[in-house]
Every structure is written in C-alpha cells, then in structure tokens.
C-alpha cells in the first residue's frame, strides 16, 4: 500500500520555508510536510511526487484470511479421506493427514500472495517514480517464497507416495477356448485341446497404464524455452533492475552491472511463468476434448483386450474401468477381430457399458469392509514379505506357483464380484450427487453393498490434479532462481 505526498520545493510569499518532519514507525521511514495554509503556491512552482510505501500489514492480513479459507476445503478432504480408508476415531494419523492435505492449498496461499505483490511492484515501478522495498522488507518476501516452496514440497512428496502405494489389478475375463477337433490315431476318435490364456493383453495393458500416468498438461522444455524468449529474448528482464536505464529501449545487457530487485524478478518471471503454464493447461484440455484423449484411448485398449481394471489408492475407495469384451474373447486373429469391430460399429452387438444397454465403462467404487477384508485375505497369499528369492533356488518355484495360484484365484473373484455372484459382497450402481462431485466426498456409507458411482474422474483424481502443484512447484523451484 502506497500514500503519495507532494513536496513543494518552493517557498511562500512570506520567504518561510516549508517545514519537513522524518519519523520512524515500525521500521518504515515516513516524511511529514507541514506547510503555510495561508499562502497559496504559485502557478510555476515544481512539484516532485514520491511514493511511500506503508508496512507489509496487508500481506500477513490476507495469508491469514486466506489460510482461514484453504483451511475448510483441508478439513472435507481428511473427512473425506477418514470415510474412505473405513476409520470411526479421530486418532493421530487423521491429525497427520489434515497437515499433509492443509500443505498444498496453504502453499498456494504464499503464492497467490507473492505473486500479487511481485506483480504490483513491476506494474508500478513502470508508470511512476517509486522507492522500492527495503532490504529487510525484501528479507521478508523471501522467506515467503521459501515457505511457499517447502509446503510445495510436502505436497509433492505426498502426492508421489499415494500414487505409488496405489493398488492394482487387471481382471482378465478372457477364458480358455476349446481347439479345432482333429482325429487321433489309430482308433479315429476326435480330442479337442484346451488353449491356454495368453498372458500378453495383460502386460499391455499395464504397460499403457503406466504410460498415461507420466501424461503432463504442461510440457517443461516448451515452458522453460518460452519464459526465457520473452525475459531475455524480448528483454523482458530490464523492467526489474533497481535503477531505470537511461534509455527505455536499451537492454539490461548494455549496462555495466546491473541491481536487480529480488521482488520485481520474481514477480515478472513467476507471472509469466504461470501464464505461460496456464495457456499450455488450457489449450491441452481442449485438445483432449476435441482431438486425442489418451485415457479414453486407454479405455478402449481395455475392451479390446478383455481385461477390466480395478485401482484402490486407498482401503475402501478406488475406480473401475470395465473393460469386457462385448464379443466374449479377444484372443483372436486380425480376421476375427477385424470382423468383431465392424459388428460392433454397426450396433450389431451388445454395449460396452457394465449395466446392459449402456455405455458407461469407468466408475468411482466404495468397497464395503467385508469386501474389502475377503480381497486382502487373497491377497495377502501372494505379496511377498522378503526379499526376491533367485529363479535358480530351489524354494523359488513353490513360491511362483503359489504366487500364480493366488492370482488366478483373486481374478475369479473379483470376476464374480462384478457379476454379482456373492450376495453378502454385493454392490449396486447410483449417480453422484452434484454435492457430492463439488466436495469429493460420499455420503451414504457402504455397510452391507459395495457402492458403484457412474463415472470415474480417475485421471482428474490421479494425474490432473497435479497440474496445479507441478505448476506452482517448477514456479517456485526456478523463478527463485532468477
């Protein structure tokens, strides 16, 4: 905040000079100008505006008022987050859990508010004779950018630990298949052979996965090369020098040695780089919408495959995608599976969608805990508590079949599941409320039936979230540096 005065370097018609008083408050120098009111200044004398700055007191008022405000939405994520993961008590790990979700929105508040006031002085320091922030306010706004980054970094290192504890598992509903018959000598009676699974769809449909979940909005080569064009290219970078050049056109390069200002720096830089990152976010979106969607794609590959996928990032919430075949098998030549598409095209066949006559293939799911206890007793059959044995050890081939096994047998069950063939383990499937989408959170409890919730913003959930905190980080990370 700024309060301009204007200093009269003149005298009156009595000769007296004006008065000039300097007082110190809060570390902040003020001028106070006591003038003559009975004399009024004449038409020709020069008057010089300065600008004084007040304290920072608005800064810490709005971190205050908006860290108040980021603090509600932490606190419906660890209520959400508590419901999810089947927890009745407050204990220390939902306490843990609210700072670990209160991190990232109240980094964004130190960014949202350096930004503003790193903005502001580039925008004023351009149009008007301005003294710029003193040392030990400069000390200040630095130590808010270092909060600002090390929450980002919290936020960061949490985000990259929910996506790798992240389970998973690929439900293959493709199911052996009876060969050609052929006679068999000498008798001539005819034997049909059971061909086995092939285990290939299920390596590339994992392996697509993985794929998509290193899908960015914002491309970091581009980004860095177009902030560098307009600070160094263009000249951008001259409007953050302390003092103004002689000449307006000159470049920062002609001048012997500059003084940057820390906060014009980082203003100018990081608005330019969160414009930059937001023009590369949006025209991404539409791209995805109108051209080529990735996941969509990915989706696709699934009910080609015959293979459905279920991901729970936490106990008992997770995303389906279903994936089975509308035509029963998939290992198939390119005849049979050229032929299958263009039935399927011409609406000769079934749905892809999970309930019948529809199409919708991705769902959020809450699982109820007996359905949850039941995958976790599988499960526990084939995750391994040591470390990997050799191929060559004799023990390692029990432990193999034993791992096959289990995964045969957690893949029949979570097939019957889905076709609901345990009643104690049922679900059904309902739309989300609007609330309950603004939220993120759901309301009814799944006690005795799994909930299936239409439609599955698993990437929105899973990768696209991070566009905010990989655009505040980098921000954070390289215009600090400049």
């Known amino acids: 905040m700024f309060h301009d005065k204007t200093d009269v370097s003149s005298r009156n018609n009595d000769s007296t000079p004006f008065v000039t008083n300097t007082r110190a408050e809060h570390g902040e120098m003020y001028k106070v100008h006591v003038i003559n009111c009975r004399s009024l200044p004449r038409p020709n004398m020069s008057h010089k505006v300065i600008m004084y700055h007040l304290p920072f007191c608005w800064k810490k ?221 949006t025209f991404t979106t539409f791209y995805e919408i109108c051209v080529y969607d990735k996941f969509l794609q990915f989706v696709d590959l699934c009910s080609i495959s015959n293979i459905s996928v279920l991901l729970l990032p936490l106990k008992c919430f997770g995303y389906y995608i279903h994936g089975r075949s509308v035509h029963g098998h998939a290992d198939t030549n390119m005849e049979e599976m050229n032929n299958n598409l263009r039935r399927e095209a011409e609406s000769l066949c079934g749905q892809r969608g999970l309930l019948p006559c529809t199409d919708m293939q991705t769902f959020q799911v809450a699982l109820s805990t007996r359905l949850r206890s039941q995958y976790d007793r599988i499960r526990e059959s084939f995750t391994e508590r040591h470390r990997p044995t050799k191929l060559n050890d004799p023990g390692s081939a029990n432990h193999w079949d034993q791992s096959i096994q289990a995964y045969t047998t957690m893949n029949h069950f979570l097939g019957s599941i889905i076709d609901h063939a345990h009643t104690d383990m049922d679900y059904y499937v309902k739309d989300k409320l609007g609330l309950e989408i603004v939220m993120d959170i759901e309301f009814l409890q799944p006690i005795e039936k799994s909930i299936f919730y239409n439609g599955m913003p698993v990437v929105y959930n899973l990768h696209v979230t991070c566009v905010d905190m990989f655009l505040t980080y980098d921000c954070m990370s390289v215009c600090q540096q400049r």
């Open 61 to 281: 008022t709005a971190v205050a008022v908006l860290a108040s405000l980021v603090m509600f939405s932490s606190v419906l994520k660890t209520a959400s987050w508590k419901r999810r993961v089947a927890l009745t008590a407050i204990d220390l790990k939902v306490v843990m859990m609210f700072l670990l979700f209160y991190a990232g929105p109240l980094a964004n508040v130190f960014v949202l508010v350096t930004v503003a006031i790193g903005v502001y002085w580039v925008m004023l320091s351009q149009h008007m004779s301005v003294t710029l922030p003193l040392p030990h306010q400069e000390k200040h706004f630095v130590t808010y950018i270092i909060c600002a980054f090390a929450l980002k970094a919290i936020q960061f290192l949490h985000k990259l630990t929910v996506q790798l504890s992240v389970d998973i598992f690929f439900i293959d509903w493709e199911r052996p298949r009876n060969t050609p018959s052929r006679p068999v000598s000498p008798t001539g009676q005819q034997k049909r052979d059971l061909l086995p699974v092939s285990i290939w769809r299920t390596y590339i449909v994992a392996n697509a996965w993985i794929g998509i979940q290193t899908i960015r909005k914002i491309k970091p080569t581009f980004q860095i090369m177009a902030v560098l064009f307009f600070l160094e290219g263009l000249g951008f970078s001259k409007y953050t020098v302390k003092e103004p050049l002689p000449n307006s056109t000159a470049s920062v390069h002609d001048a012997s040695s500059p003084t940057y200002s820390p906060i014009l720096r980082y203003g100018l830089a990081s608005s330019l780089w969160l414009g930059i990152g937001l023009l590369q976010a």
